[in-house]
């Protein structure tokens, strides 16, 4: 077991390098210069411009840049806005509880009703109930979160006055863009674990523990249940990391506080180190949530303990 998290561990880091090489060249390859957008709206001339640039290491050649980029990470440096000179790191620190907030309780929806659904369409496989739960898994799929999220600004916030539409502050600013998460989230979940739990239903220990005289409630729910989610947390760690992708989005269609919109308006400013600095931290929490996903399957499943 010490071996397998070892193991896990040493391949993390090497996605964590590859993204922050990837995250670096991608934004150094787009066009525009900071610097321009910078100076935007005042009078300067081009040995200013050419100072400033030369100030900021813009000047330098990309395996430069890169290297102390790479060198600033390994420090916990994610340099300074090009904007506010402020560090990026405390930044970014500052304004994820928000979207951490978000994303828990996003997922939270996502997984209790993608699950109770999934089983729920196993269970009554070809009824009615089957084919209203496929369907809300289709429209999940399909949605994206921008749409959901105004679509639930205008049926409870704008009609039904239930919830506010825009802000932070509080439990019921949460509300809506938790479930315009959730719901998206949802549709890939209820597919998954339907599908293994019927594949979970025709295995010869479910057979068994009917011919046993096992109640058929404790059988689907605390045995093939169980097994079913081994596949579906696959899914279950992958939504997460789209819902925390997903919360860029959501927070600025909710305007709520986030590193979703510091990243935003990163990006319309041109900050280079900002926006490299939101997308390698939600690079590295993405890594680290797949990471504890995989150590799961162990805690779950019995058999996959033993086998490492």
């Known amino acids: 077991m010490v071996g397998a998290v070892i193991q896990r561990l040493l391949s993390s880091l090497l996605v964590i390098a590859g993204a922050s090489f990837l995250v670096f060249f991608i934004l150094y390859l787009l066009p525009g210069d900071p610097v321009l957008m910078m100076l935007a709206g005042t009078t300067f001339t081009p040995e200013a411009a050419a100072s400033l640039r030369h100030q900021l290491g813009l000047d330098q050649s990309a395996l430069q840049q890169f290297l102390r980029f790479a060198g600033g990470l390994l420090q916990g440096d994610f340099g300074k806005s090009l904007v506010s000179d402020d560090p990026v790191l405390p930044k970014i620190l500052s304004q994820f509880p928000a979207t951490a907030a978000l994303t828990f309780a996003g997922t939270v929806i996502a997984v209790v009703f993608g699950i109770w659904l999934g089983v729920l369409s196993a269970v009554h496989r070809g009824g009615l109930i ?27 916030s704008v009609h039904l006055n239930w919830f506010p539409a825009l802000g ?4 019921r600013t949460l509300v809506l863009p938790a479930a315009a998460l959730g719901l998206v989230g949802s549709g890939f979940i209820v597919r998954m674990v339907r599908n293994s739990m019927l594949e979970v239903m025709n295995e010869p220990f479910i057979t068994t523990l009917r011919a046993k005289g096992l109640p058929e409630r404790l059988v689907m729910y605390r045995h093939g249940l169980r097994s079913a989610l081994i596949p579906a947390l696959t899914i279950i760690g992958i939504q997460i990391g789209e819902l925390l992708a997903g919360a860029v989005v959501i927070e600025t269609v909710f305007s709520r506080q986030g590193i979703g919109r510091v990243l935003a308006g990163a990006i319309t400013a041109k900050d280079l180190p900002v926006v490299q600095g939101v997308i390698f931290f939600t690079a590295v929490v993405y890594v680290v949530i797949n990471l504890l996903v995989d150590l799961s399957y162990a805690l779950i499943d019995p058999r996959v303990r033993r086998a490492q």
């Open 130 to 156: 089957d084919l209203a739960a496929r369907l809300v898994s289709l429209l999940g799929i399909s949605m994206p979160t921008f749409w959901s999220g105004i679509l639930l600004i205008l049926i409870f």
């Open 168 to 171: 932070s502050e509080g439990w």
